[in-house]
């Protein structure tokens, strides 16, 4: 039950359906009822057939408008919403095989989750909403005080221990919202759109906090946005979702270089490539001629003056620990962003 | 049909007699077979001792006496004192004024015990029927079986004129206070459970995730999470809760529940009616006080204050007790401020009765021309006609008209409610209930829709108005008896006017509110489009408002049902009448017919307009 160590989810064949009937039709289907089969009999599959993993330490961004099962999903791995066939494994546990003792044991510690709409408890303050997880599995008052300020000290909100929610404004609620998440320390992180009910600016600053956080934290993370700037920003991978099926999974670059399909492209044509595309993807072997190297994960973006200005410049690229990879194709990189 | 009439078999006018059910007789049966069979009196008689023993302390508490505790009683001024700090506590310093100058008002004018039997009641029963209300909500919300089968008991139940309560409490529970009590009890519960539904079902999803992900355990997350989630609403449960008790107390008095509700029914039997008002302004003062300290509790906002000194966090406690050590003082040493007697309390009826000689003198005649108007050309018309309307064809008009609007369910309910009524043997008296509620519902609309226009054309005229509907309906209804009886004496026409004072209350509100939420985006449309006001109210406002406006007149038709049965008092010949009749004899069966009778008239109407309103909702966008 050590949270730090662990932190894996698998999820395999995952359904949900919704209507009158969804164990009926799935087995009357043999567990793969087609899109045209669930239409007729009135079902929605918002989650359809979906399999994929995160690994320890990574952030999987799951993109997806509204509709596309995208809060489904994110339910029907944190258990929240039973699903009606397929399998989740957490650290290897089988999920979908605990009774209901286990699944709140589970909850209480290895999972954290934060909501849209901050979800924060109207009658307790902020250090009692922080320590509302800790209260549940019944830690003394001391010693909850003691973790929650730690959690309100790291979310930024030192002072305000003692405020109720409807004091504060949207990104200090969320902020309240991500220290109860995190106060149990959990292996695994949900955020179910959390910076989607702020304004802008404020969306900006709270996901450069976020990367703040994960940076220190280090957690496995599943991202809900619909924003795909936001995915871009702070994903390691995205899964794009659409009508409940799981349209490319891919890092950022990948996604934006090669969409799958169609409706994948509609979202990547408007990315401003410069700030996706790294370095890594346009070396050639070679070697520099003297100038200042940059590492392999540099976005196109900030190198860009060098390459325009000095177009007979060799430029070495190194990967972080500094070893030598090659250089810049400068055609094959002006072709990608301009072509 | 109603063409024909004269054509038609008699079966066809009014029900025949073969054809009634004994439903009073089989009520009377199960009631008999409950309680010499099962036994079931023993059981009941068993509460009733329980709550006479709580009753028993409170009365302690309040008035002294042997009996609960043996103690002597709190003296006015610590009561008036802690109310007043209580009022202060929820809402400053009006609201202290409000609650310390009522107990104040009740002390000086000798109407202290009476006050107190009364009080001591409602805080027997409000305290019951919240929690059972409570219990009974978080169940219904946890188990949907238990939602579906209580919800049209719930219908029903706030639908059964208040004596429909009195009489199976008298059979079971005895007469005398505690009786008062238990029916007080049932009475307020349903207002209790649907309020806390309703307050369950309102907390946002991810609220309960959150709990879920924080690892609540299923009872930690009722009690920690759910119920504080649904505090407003559970809180507004609990003032109703509460204006239900003193309502009911007070009509309690017809099975011997006394206090101020007794002697204000003991003044109008002997029509002194100076006294009456006294008494009337005590109850009403008692009722806006309990409503606004309620509210108040309800709307208050959690503060912080844990980081202050022992002293200043605790100031209300401590602030209570010194005002409690030096109340108790002053009233053992000045007897006056420890309980004034009747006779030594000061008295306003030395200014009532010259007005109410002055209006018996100077008004009667004119009043009488009025009375004999209206009774000639108006009631006595409108109420033939419903004699005369064969019962067939109403029951066919009103099943096609529930056909038309709401589908077949609607229709069968429909023929169901009235189809009982007719096998019920009292379609003739009944037909006389729905006559006076006709007119007085005609009256309400009219004059309602004026007033609600009128009061809805400046923002701040219609939120006085509101404010004055709110303080209009916590007045138990029993109070508009006073001012009827006042004017004109006992008749038909003075039940019909109690019923339309009472009842216009709803109808002047929804009308209010439905021309004031009218979207302001469509309102600058309308303006930019060039209407002037006229226009604006007719093209705009009035048909958005409309299906709100319905559901104030559904309102208006319950109140005004409740009120014709309570106006019985006054001398009327429909249902009421013979409710009272039933009560007198302890005709349990009877009673309860006769109180669905009432019940399903009213649910009849109820089914119409909520279908209509719901359909028109739906058609405008407006539905949620």
Redesign the interface.
């Known amino acids: 039950m050590d949270g730090k160590t662990s932190g894996v989810i698998r999820c395999e064949s995952l359904w949900k359906i919704y209507g009158p009937d969804p164990g009926g039709i799935f087995r009357k289907h043999d567990g793969a009822p087609s899109d045209e089969a669930l239409k007729e009999s009135g079902h929605i599959a918002a989650v359809n057939n979906i399999s994929l993993e995160i690994s320890r330490g990574e952030m999987l961004v799951v993109m997806g408008l509204s509709g596309s099962g995208k809060s489904t999903l994110v339910r029907c791995l944190s258990r929240l919403v039973e699903s009606t066939a397929g399998r989740v494994e957490m650290d290897g546990q089988d999920l979908f095989a605990l009774d209901e003792k286990e699944l709140i044991e589970l909850w209480r510690h290895k999972m954290g989750m934060v909501f849209q709409h901050f979800a924060l408890l109207p009658h307790k303050t902020v250090l009692e909403n922080v320590a509302f997880p800790l209260q549940m599995q019944g830690i003394t008052p001391d010693v909850r005080r003691a973790k929650a300020l730690e959690m309100i000290e790291l979310v930024g909100l030192s002072g305000r221990e003692n405020y109720f929610p409807r004091e504060l404004s949207g990104g200090q609620q969320q902020r309240v919202g991500i220290a109860r998440s995190l106060a149990v320390d959990p292996g695994i992180w949900f955020l179910d759109e959390p910076f989607s009910a702020l304004d802008p600016l404020i969306r900006r600053e709270m996901q450069d906090e976020f990367l703040r956080l994960q940076e220190m934290l280090k957690k496995s993370i599943v991202f809900i946005t619909h924003d795909f700037d936001e995915a871009l920003r702070l994903a390691d991978r995205i899964a794009i979702l659409y009508h409940g099926k799981v349209e490319q999974i891919g890092t950022p670059e990948e996604i934006v270089m090669n969409p799958a399909t169609d409706y994948v492209a509609r979202f990547t044509s408007e990315v401003p490539r410069a700030r996706v595309l790294t370095v890594g993807s346009f070396v050639v072997a070679g070697e520099g001629d003297g100038v200042e190297p940059v590492a392999k994960d540099t976005p196109i973006a900030s190198i860009l003056r060098r390459i325009v200005l000095s177009p007979d410049a060799r430029i070495p690229v190194v990967e972080d620990n500094g070893r030598h990879l090659g250089v810049i194709d400068r055609n094959a990189l002006l072709d990608a962003l301009f072509g | 049909m109603m063409l024909a009439r004269p054509w038609l078999p008699d079966a066809l006018l009014r029900p025949p007699a073969v054809l009634l059910l004994p439903f009073a007789d089989w009520l009377n049966a199960f009631s008999d077979y409950l309680q010499n069979d099962l036994q079931l009196t023993i059981f009941t008689r068993a509460i009733a001792d329980v709550v006479q023993f709580i009753l028993d302390v409170v009365n302690n508490f309040l008035l002294g006496g042997r009996k609960g505790l043996g103690l002597p009683a709190v003296p006015w001024l610590t009561v008036a004192a802690l109310a007043g700090l209580l009022g202060y506590f929820l809402g400053g310093t009006r609201l202290a004024l409000l609650s310390g100058g009522t107990f104040t008002y009740l002390a000086l004018f000798g109407q202290w015990k009476l006050a107190m039997q009364t009080l001591a009641l409602v805080f027997v029963s409000a305290p019951a029927a919240v929690l059972i209300g409570l219990l009974l909500g978080i169940a219904a919300q946890r188990k949907r079986w238990l939602e579906v089968s209580i919800a049209p008991l719930l219908n029903i139940a706030q639908s059964l004129p208040h004596f429909s309560y009195l009489l199976p409490v008298v059979i079971f529970f005895g007469v005398g206070h505690h009786a008062g009590a238990i029916a007080t009890i049932i009475f307020a519960t349903p207002p209790m459970i649907r309020m806390t539904l309703l307050g369950l079902k309102r907390i ?1 999803p ?2 309960i ?2 709990g ?6 299923p009872r ?1 997350r009722l009690w ?2 759910e119920v ?2 649904a ?1 407003q609403e559970i809180m507004v449960g609990i003032n109703q809760v509460i204006m239900q008790c003193l309502a009911m107390v007070v009509i309690a008095s017809f099975i011997g529940a006394p206090g101020l509700g007794y002697k204000l029914l003991l003044l109008l039997q002997s029509l002194r009616i100076g006294d009456a008002i006294e008494i009337g302004v005590s109850i009403v003062l008692i009722a806006i006080m309990l409503d606004r300290l309620t509210l108040a509790w309800a709307y208050r ?4 204050h ?2 202050e000194r022992f002293l200043v966090r605790h100031k209300y406690l401590l602030g209570a007790i010194a005002l409690a050590a030096v109340s108790i003082a002053i009233a053992a040493l000045e007897p006056y401020f420890y309980f004034i007697p009747r006779r030594e309390g000061l008295s306003t009826g030395f200014l009532w009765d010259p007005i109410v000689d002055w209006i018996t003198l100077n008004l009667f005649d004119p009043l009488q021309v009025f009375r004999h108007f209206v009774a000639l050309y108006i009631l006595i018309p409108v109420r033939d006609l419903y004699q005369w309307a064969p019962f067939s064809a109403v029951m066919l008009l009103y099943t096609g008209l529930g056909w038309c609007i709401g589908g077949r369910t609607c229709a069968l309910l429909i023929f169901s409610f009235l189809g009982f009524i007719a096998l019920s043997g009292w379609w003739d008296r009944a037909m006389i209930t729905a006559y006076m509620i006709t007119v007085a519902v005609s009256v309400c609309i009219v004059l309602g829709l004026t007033l609600g226009i009128w009061a809805s054309r400046s923002p701040s005229r219609a939120k006085r108005a509101l404010l004055l509907c709110d303080t209009f309906q916590t007045f138990p209804s029993f109070i508009y008896l006073i001012p009827v009886i006042m004017l004109f004496q006992v008749n038909d026409l003075s039940a019909i006017a109690a019923v339309t004072i009472y009842a216009m209350i709803p109808a002047v509100r929804y009308t209010i509110e439905g021309l004031r939420n009218v979207p302001v985006p469509l309102q600058e449309a309308v303006t930019s489009a060039g209407a002037n006001r006229l226009q604006r109210l007719v093209q705009l406002e009035l048909p958005l408002a409309l299906p709100h406006i319905m559901v104030g007149i559904n309102q208006t038709v319950m109140f005004s049902l409740f009120m014709v049965v309570i106006a019985a008092f006054i001398g009327t010949q429909d249902l009421g009448q013979e409710m009272m009749r039933a009560l007198s004899f302890n005709d349990l069966g009877k009673g309860l017919v006769l109180g669905f009778c009432v019940a399903f008239l009213g649910l009849t109407i109820d089914q119409l307009v909520s279908h209509w309103e719901r359909r028109r909702k739906r058609e405008l966008g407006l539905a949620e």
């Open positions: 946002q991810e609220i995730e959150a879920r992900t924080s690892g609540c355990s930690q920690l999470v504080p989630s505090r906002v959690p503060e912080y844990g980081d």
